[in-house]
């Protein structure tokens, strides 16, 4: 799993320096749903920037949407978790069209960064908080994969930037945007698959856990290929 999926800006400086995309990009769902759902994220984003609603207000109030959907799921009140799972992450993807439109800033993928990642670790967190004794080592394990993901998703991302390389496979993006076995759709996906079937939170979770391991594993790997640190 890829967790920073909403990223407004490419920030890198250098002279450009692009890889093939079969070296970089292992895309599941991301890559193939981005020319469906940008035209229409892009349309609404000008409506949106036309009436003075800006980027960074998008980007928090999908954060907010997010923390909602986390209280929800406290509350075991799993369909309005999950409609709010998806506007949240609407907001994620609509604020970068409002941005294009603004002007892109670096504050503001950095804020959109961190409210993605925050989000990303607030879904598991309220399943742990609804049972912890049943839950706590799974969605513990489940979050402490998320962060090795995110570690090797940001670490690659700096040292693309020292290289000058460059990719626009999933639009303009904050960072260097490795792609992963498990993206922002699976992940999507798998907390809406919780939120139906909550009594299989531990399975799922272990499942998923090693999976997003495996993201990272593998980046890790592309990272020694293209860095000069393979064995």
């Known amino acids: 799993m890829t967790v920073v999926t909403g990223m407004r800006r490419d920030t890198l400086i250098g002279a ?5 995309p079969s070296q970089t990009d292992q895309s599941m769902l991301d890559r193939h749903l981005r020319p469906l759902i940008d ?117 690659f991302a700096i040292l693309a930037e020292r290289r000058g390389m460059h990719t626009r496979t999933q639009g303009v993006k904050s960072l260097y945007y490795t792609s992963g076995l498990l993206e922002g759709t699976e992940t999507i996906l798998f907390f809406i698959i919780l939120c139906l079937l909550p009594g299989w939170f531990i399975p799922l979770a272990y499942g998923f856990a090693a999976l997003t391991v495996v993201t990272a594993v593998a980046r890790v790997w592309l990272a020694a290929r293209l860095f000069g640190g393979a064995p």
């Open 39 to 155: 035209p229409p994220l892009n349309l609404l984003g000008r409506r949106i920037a036309r009436h003075g609603v800006s980027a960074n207000a998008v980007t928090l109030a999908g954060l907010a949407l997010g923390v909602g959907a986390a209280g929800a799921i406290w509350f075991e009140a799993y369909l309005v978790a999950i409609a709010l799972i998806c506007l949240s992450r609407f907001a994620d993807g609509l604020d970068g069209a409002v941005a294009r439109v603004d002007g892109v800033t670096d504050f503001g993928g950095y804020l959109d960064i961190t409210c993605d990642t925050a989000f990303w670790g607030m879904i598991p967190l309220a399943f742990i908080a609804l049972d912890p004794g049943a839950h706590g080592v799974a969605g513990a394990v489940l979050i402490l994969s998320f962060y090795i993901n995110q570690s090797s998703f940001l670490g």
């Open 16 to 20: 450009p320096r692009a890889f093939p």
